[in-house]
């Protein structure tokens, strides 16, 4: 199976997990959500983890090893409508971010269109200086 496809399956899983366990966006939560341009705020759901663990699957573990992708250090990670934050670091500035992610899901048009593009400019540019990872710091509120 090639790493996207792989990719997307995991991700898929796991945007499910977080409707399943988690919780729908509040109402201040869906004004930040519409600031930072997501077009269906009320799909959004929140899970908050103790940690947001690497994929097991040995092929897409290795690249997240390779590319520094989801450290100890990671405090969100957007799957879709589905957002991991680490319990404790769910801040505005943290869910704009998060949330401007799901915006470029949205526009992507599927899990796999998005996860192609994000995975390869991830490979070409490095995690910080990606440009979905640009546009998400571009698009933090901080309040
Ligand atoms: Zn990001």
């Not at 930040?32 to 690497?54: D, M």
Request: overall charge negative; hydrophobic content about 40%.
């Amino acid at each position: 199976m090639h790493s996207i496809t792989k990719a997307a399956n995991w991700a898929e899983q796991n945007q499910t997990f977080i409707y399943q366990f988690g919780r729908a966006l509040t109402v201040e939560e869906k004004a930040i959500a519409c600031l930072v341009k997501v077009a269906a705020p009320e799909q959004v759901h929140i899970y908050e983890v103790p940690v947001i663990k690497r994929p097991d699957e040995p092929e897409l573990a290795a690249l997240c090893e390779e590319y520094g992708f989801l450290t100890e250090d990671t405090i969100g990670l957007t799957l879709g409508y589905g957002i991991y934050i680490k319990q404790g670091y769910l801040t505005t500035r943290l869910l704009s971010h998060e949330l401007r992610h799901v915006h470029q899901y949205e526009q992507a048009g599927s899990a796999e269109a998005f996860l192609t593009r994000y995975i390869g400019e991830i490979m070409q540019f490095g995690y910080l200086n990606s440009p979905y990872e640009m546009d998400a710091r571009a698009h933090e509120v901080i309040s």
